[in-house]
Structures are given as structure tokens and as C-alpha cells.
């Protein structure tokens, strides 16, 4: 039976009898998922440490963004979902369960009713995704304003908006946005727009935002400040200024509609160019020793990698070379740690010096063995002990290739399909 309208219903969800089998998955196989799916990983290959930047810079010009975001309209449905149960009802041990059957019969509607780009666990439905929208997108309903807050300003976390939902256990105190208490049974949520026809799964629902969700939207954006300032975010002025008509996904970060609403951040939008630049040759500079090791190994014989950091440098050197590592420390709150720092000042170094893969090259494969065995420890590739990983790098470089190594993305391919979303643009 049912929970309310949201339980498990038979012939719902898949049912699933108990079966005793083995499977056997490789180390590799397993650390590419676990990779995949790390929400620390941002899209970013962080042995050496780069992510503090490109998160820092992402999370100044695009708060609440994530790299697991595809279509703008799921954090309605994620709010819409979870404000559900507080009409039905629905038991506190039951709430995850009830989001859950919205999630599913969402999904199997949109893979319906769309050509699929976007939805999450195309690959997978009916069989529900591991990466459910209500996670993926949690972080946006509270950066975005669409969650109350503490009265501290801090933002509850699922659980505690499950017991507010389920009205007893746990009570947590919200504040509405004139800063007033909210009632113990009030949603925990800012006024949603309303549910669209046939919602969760029926009629036509697709990722089109009606009239009242675009509104909705563009105010909440329209308030989204940068972390802990008074001061507009990047994306609060993109979406005032509609930016989503004009933009396409291949439009680099500093490009017209970006640089029309830049203002005072301009400055850090160069420098956050410069280091997606600098990014990109450390990114193939440890592929090119990493190779080099391999060779080493005894694994084979190949130069793709240094060719790679070659063509890399032609590219983005220039650029890399002009951003200074004490002002890129203080954009992204200096969390730019010390082993790091002296990565990237070395980096510039070796590249501005064009000395290429002679003695100086050596050192710079010491300062990048010891920033990584730091971070990664056992895990280290370009240590002696990391034969197990190198080969694993080996087997998947020279058997899906290699292309050339990419700048730091800050999220900007998701903050353009959000941004046209907002537009319907998609």
C-alpha cells in the first residue's frame, strides 16, 4: 500500500526479490566511480590541490551552483517534492521514502515527455538513480533563498527539515524573510510558484518554466549575494539581466554578457581566467610525469603526455603567466595552502623560463611528487610506491587516448544551461 499519496505502492517502484550472486569490479573501476561520485570532486582531478581554486572562484561568482546541476527547474521540483509531504501527512520515518516516489515517477515523466538531456538517471530509470535530485540540489534551495533559514542565518539541514515537516520529534526554528518565526506546521520553504498540471508524473511536465516559475526564479537569483557580503553575485547580476538569451554553453567565461554586468569583479574574473590557464598546464604537467614514470615502469614507450603539456603551454601560457598567486589566494579567501602556493609560483617559473624537460624539470617533478604524496598519501602516483596507480593511468590513457589537458571550468557550462533555462532558452 501507500504512505500517505507518496509511499512505495506496488507496481511503482521496481520491486527487487533477494538474490545471492558475486560480482567482481576492478580497483580501477571502482575508483573511477567513486571519483565520479565524490561531491568533493567538483569536476576537478585534484591530486595536487586545485580545487580550493576553482571552487573558490565558483562559489564567489555562482553561489549554490554544483557540477551535479543539469536543468534549472529540478529545484522546484525538489521544493515542490519535499512541501508535498506536509499536506499528506506523512510520517517522519516515511519522509525520505515519500521524496523519493516523487523523485522516481518525476523522473520516468521527464524521460517521457522530453528528449532527455537533463534528467537525472536517464541511464538508469525505472531503476532510481544513486544521485537523487533532492541531493543534488540542496545546496542551491538554501544559496538561492528558497529555504528558510535559522534565525543565526545558518541553513537546516535535510534532516532537520524532515522532522519540521513531520511536525513532531525534533522541532527546528526558522525565520521567514522579514525575519519572523514561522509556525511549527508553515512550509520550510519561501511561497513556491504553483505545481504545474498533471504534477509529479502525469500530463506534459517537462523542463519548460511557466510564467510564475520564471519570476520566481529571476527574484530569488536577483538575491543571491556573494558569500558573506552585501554585494550581488555574478550570477545574481547575469540573471537580472537576462543573460540566458545571449549565451551559449561554448562562450568562454569572459565574454560579452559576462563582461556587461562585470562591475567591480572584473579584475577577479582576469585572474580567475589567468589561473584556469595555469590550471591547465599543471594539469598536464602531471600527466607528463606521470607518463614519464610509467616509461620508467617498464609499461611502454610514449610521449604523448609531454607532447600534450607542449601544445598545452603554446596555448594557455601566456595567460597563465600573468596572474599573481598572492592576489589569486586573496579571491578565493586564501585557502590556497603554502604547498600549493609554491607549486604554481614554480610552475610559472619553469614555463617563463622555457627550459623544458632538462634539469629544472627535474626539480619541478620533486615539488610536484611531494605536493601530491602530501595530499594523497598512499594514493601518491608519482611516488615509488604508486606503480599500482600508474599502471591503472597506464591502461586507461593508451586505451581510450588522451586529449589536451582543460582549464579550470568554475562551473560555467552549468551556470549557462541554468541561465538559459531561466530564459527557456535550453
Known sequence: GKVGNFGMAQGRLPSMEPRLGWTQISRAAVQRAEAQLSPESEGVVDELGLLAIHQGYADRFFPGTSVLHTRLRYVLFVAWAYEDTLHHRVPPKDIFKAVRETEWELGNALKKNTDSWGVI??????????????????????????????????????????????????????????????????????????RPKGWPGGGSIDFRLSDDEQAFLRDRFGQVNEPGTSRKSLLARLAQAGAGARIQSSDGLLNEAVLGVADDDLPALERADQAASLGAIVRGAYAAMVEEQCVKDGLGQRSISKENLSKTIDLHGDNALGVHIEELNADVGHSIKPGLSRLLSQTQHWVESGAGFGPSWLSLFNLYEGQERNRKKGRSRLARSGATRRREWWVGVTTKGETLPQPLHYRWGVVVNLLRDLENNA
Do not use: C
Not at 545546496?139 to 513531520?166: K, Q, Y
Open 121 to 194: 538517471g536517464r541511464r538508469t530509470l525505472p531503476r532510481m538513480p544513486d544521485q537523487l535530485p533532492s541531493s543534488s540540489y540542496w545546496s542551491a534551495l538554501a544559496a538561492w533563498g528558497i529555504l528558510h533559514r535559522h534565525p543565526d542565518g545558518t541553513v537546516p539541514s535535510r534532516s532537520e527539515v524532515h522532522a519540521h515537516l513531520a511536525g513532531n520529534g525534533q522541532h527546528i526554528e526558522l525565520r521567514d524573510d522579514e525575519d519572523q518565526p514561522l509556525e511549527r506546521k508553515a512550509s520550510p520553504f519561501v511561497k513556491l510558484p504553483p
